[in-house]
Structures are given as C-alpha cells and as structure tokens.
Nanobody, 125 residues
C-alpha cells in the first residue's frame, strides 16, 4: 500500500509558475515509479510526467516537454512537478500516482495502482 498526498495547487495568472508536491508513504515506496497526471473538465485524464525514486529516470509527455519538470527528494519521499509559463489550458486537477516500476515508464493511467486526491490548478489571464 502506498499513500499519496498532493499539495501546491492554486489560482495563478497566466505566465506564472507553480510547484506541485506529492508526499508518498507506505511500504517499499522506492520500488514504485511516480507519475503526474491531469484532468481538465470534460476531458480525459492526461499523462504529464513520471520519475523513478532510485535513479531519477524521467519520462515526459511529448506535448508537454519544456514547461514541466518532474523531480524527487528521496529524503522526504516527495515528488515535485514544476510548471512554468502557465497557460489557461493547464487548468486541471493534477494527480500524483504510483506504479511498481519494472524497467520502463508508463503513460497509461490504469497501470498506476495508487492515486492521490488531486490538487487543483486554475490559470487566469
């Protein structure tokens, strides 16, 4: 079992930045790959990025490369998602998720077994 708690969302003006956090707890957290997804109203859940605890190996959605940076702090069991130059289309509920890592990342949401409750990001212009 892995528990995930996101924080850091909020109301941000277009062009601004946010850093989302995901605190992980439970057994063998390091065996999991951590992912960020987002879901805008009326749209399907979308993969953003993923990272492994041990090596820090990252994987990004092609369409989102450049403005999003995933990182982790192993001492705090926390994964971060830095988002720069926010745009209105970034408005969504951002979720942290975990899946057992078997040598390759995944951008498929149903392959992630554990999910946080989400943190809302709203971008206004």
């Amino acid at each position: 079992q892995v528990q995930l708690v996101e924080s850091g969302g909020g109301l941000v003006q277009a062009g601004g930045s946010l850093r989302l956090s995901c605190a992980a707890s439970g057994r063998s957290v390091s065996a999991y790959a951590m992912g960020w997804f987002r879901q805008a109203p009326g749209k399907e859940r979308e993969f953003v990025a993923a990272i492994t605890w041990i090596s820090g190996y990252t994987y990004y959605a092609d369409s989102l490369k450049g403005r999003f940076t995933i990182s982790r702090d192993n001492a705090k069991n926390t994964v971060y998602l830095q988002v720069n130059n926010l745009k209105a289309e970034d408005t969504a509920l951002y979720y942290c998720a975990a899946r057992l890592y078997r040598g390759a990342h995944s951008n498929i949401s149903h392959e992630y077994a554990y999910w946080g409750q989400g943190t809302q990001v709203t971008v206004f212009s």
